[in-house]
């Protein structure tokens, strides 16, 4: 079945540095994916919309020069952390509908857990 | 956008049936149902989704209510890894989910 792949899986990093956090849709191409964090306890909040081709559409709140989103292929997206601090440590994800508005399902990387030192 | 309202948590015993409401009473008329699920520290996984008649797949049924405004995830015989969070969600523009809290299910022996 259609599969997207997170990497890493995990990240430690010191405060001021970036990270890059990347996505692949493995065996369909997706022209939208999207970006999630997730504290731990609460559900997950949406990002930002990443789109091929074009800019990213940020969520309400989300600082988009912070967290730079690039769509460069139809199988890959990124999201930059950009000069990570500590209040930025938290479970990121990402997700790609196989296609159709509403009437196909999303499928989820496994997430990259993001500690900020 | 149509909201969703799942209860916080439920509870259910191996081997037996599970059935987790959801509330969608602002729904539109082609707007589809949605269900994932969540382990803990992964990304979800799909469910199940529908848009008026009941749905079955390898993992749950979806009964969809005839005025729509809610919804039923059955999984028919809950097992240990059942346990998770539950998610019923009405996608938003292009496949936009957006998360509520879900449904908190544990699985007892």
């Known amino acids: 079945g259609a599969v997207v792949s997170q990497h890493p899986s995990w990240v430690i990093c010191k405060s001021g540095t970036s990270v890059k956090i990347e996505c692949r849709s493995l065996?369909?191409?997706?022209?939208?994916m999207f970006w999630y964090r997730q504290f731990p306890k609460q559900s997950l909040m949406l990002m930002a919309t990443s789109n091929e081709g074009s800019k990213a559409t940020y969520e309400q709140g989300v600082e988009k020069d912070k967290f730079l989103i690039n769509h460069a292929s139809l199988t890959l997206s990124t999201l930059t952390v950009t000069s990570a601090h500590p209040e930025d440590s938290s479970f990121y994800i990402c997700s790609a509908p196989r296609g159709g508005q509403g009437n196909t399902e999303a499928f989820f990387g496994q997430g990259t857990r993001l500690t900020v030192v | 956008d149509a909201k969703t309202t799942q209860p916080n948590s439920m509870e259910s015993n191996e081997e037996e049936p599970v059935h987790l409401p959801c509330n969608h009473s602002?729904?539109?008329?082609?707007?589809?149902i949605h269900w994932y699920r969540q382990l803990p520290s992964q990304g979800p996984e799909y469910v199940i989704h529908?848009?008026?008649s009941n749905v079955n797949n390898r993992m749950a049924s979806l009964a969809i209510a005839e005025d729509r405004k809610s919804s039923t995830l059955i999984l028919h015989r809950a097992t240990l890894r059942d346990a998770a969070v539950y998610y019923c969600i009405v996608p938003v523009g292009y496949n936009k989910l957006i998360f509520g809290a879900g449904t908190r299910l544990a699985v007892h022996p």
């Open positions: 065996d369909f191409q997706a022209t939208t």
């Open positions: 602002t729904i539109s008329g082609t707007d589809y």
């Open positions: 529908g848009l008026t």
